[in-house]
């Protein structure tokens, strides 16, 4: 099966790069479609990995970066640094160093409250910060001038032709590889945090130091991915239940890299659907949620079921 994945994702990217009204351009494939494609890999390989994180820290199968808000927080925050400086002119942290850390405060405070409550309570609210953070965006967004407000706007509803082109997005692009490195390296002691940190600390695992990694990692994975190519929604959840079906295993550990794969295709399958088979293109994540919702909808059937 992952020889299989290997094939697919290839395949993928090529129909990215080749395909499209303009048909092969050498200028279109290197400063529009090439960009694209890498940002989709990029996203969907951040956001996958990030949702499998907090799946397993928060013991959530519904746990998705999107859904619980970390995107949204994320958001806020890098568009706050943004206004903060524009507006009143204070020291500017940067659209990436803001996500960053309003994904790692809405992480932190997820797993603070996971300690202490039930899944539901926490999926609740999750859903509670992400419509909060929605609306305070919303608001946001009036203090931008008009000429501003169009472009900034576009690029919050997440999209892969944001990412940027050039140096930058091969930084980015290596950046997503470290992450992904660190994780692995790393997965076996995230993975006992699954059957909670009790039983993870009977293990010999440094609860700790796992929830360290969880909250960077997870926070810098939709930090980055949120910064380059906005709030993507539903790889996080969709991605990690695809791996364990498709690896038959549940240990983080065990599929972490089918994650990575499945989050990469899911993306670029969802942005060459926006592109080609929709009579004008919208943002993906209307695409995504056509299938996430439904799947997040029978998730939580079966999780109630089981009460």
């Known amino acids: 099966m992952r020889r299989l994945l290997l094939l697919i994702i290839p395949l993928l990217f090529s129909a990215a790069v080749l395909l499209g009204p303009a048909g092969v351009d050498p200028y279109i494939i290197e400063t529009v479609r090439l960009p694209r494609a890498l940002g989709a890999v990029v996203g969907g390989v951040l956001l996958s990995v990030s949702g499998l994180l907090l799946q397993t820290a928060l013991r959530n199968p519904l746990a998705d970066p999107y859904v619980l808000g970390v995107s949204g927080v994320a958001v806020l925050a890098a568009l706050g640094s943004y206004l903060l400086w524009r507006l009143w002119g204070l020291p500017y942290l940067g659209f990436l160093l803001g996500a960053l850390l309003g994904a790692a405060a809405a992480t932190a405070a997820l797993l603070l409250l996971a300690r202490r409550a039930g899944?539901?309570?926490?999926?609740?609210?999750?859903?509670l910060l992400s419509y909060a953070a929605s609306s305070a965006?919303?608001?946001?967004?009036l203090a931008l001038p008009p000429e501003e407000l169009g472009y900034i706007y576009v690029g919050l509803q997440g999209s892969f032709a944001a990412y940027p082109a050039g140096v930058w997005g091969y930084v980015i692009a290596a950046a997503a590889l470290v992450l992904v490195l660190f994780v692995y390296f790393n997965s076996r002691h995230v993975a006992a945090l699954l059957h909670g940190?009790?039983?993870a600390a009977g293990l010999g695992v440094d609860v700790k130091k796992a929830v360290v990694y969880v909250v960077g990692a997870a926070s810098a994975g939709v930090g980055v991915a949120v910064a380059s190519v906005g709030p993507v929604g539903f790889v996080g959840l969709l991605a990690p239940h695809m791996a364990r079906w498709v690896a038959g295993r549940q240990r983080t550990d065990l599929v972490l890299l089918e994650t990575a794969w499945l989050g990469a295709a899911l993306a670029l399958a969802a942005d060459l659907a926006t592109r080609l088979?929709?009579?004008?293109?919208?943002?993906?994540?209307?695409v995504l949620s056509l299938v996430g919702a439904p799947a997040a909808g029978w998730l939580l059937w079966r999780y109630v079921r089981k009460i």
């Not at 899944?119 to 859903?127: K, Q, T, W």
């Not at 965006?137 to 967004?141: D, H, S």
């Open 119 to 127: 899944m539901l309570v926490v999926l609740m609210a999750g859903v």
């Open 137 to 141: 965006l919303q608001l946001a967004l």
């Open 197 to 199: 940190e009790e039983a």
């Open 277 to 286: 088979l929709l009579p004008r293109e919208l943002p993906v994540n209307v």
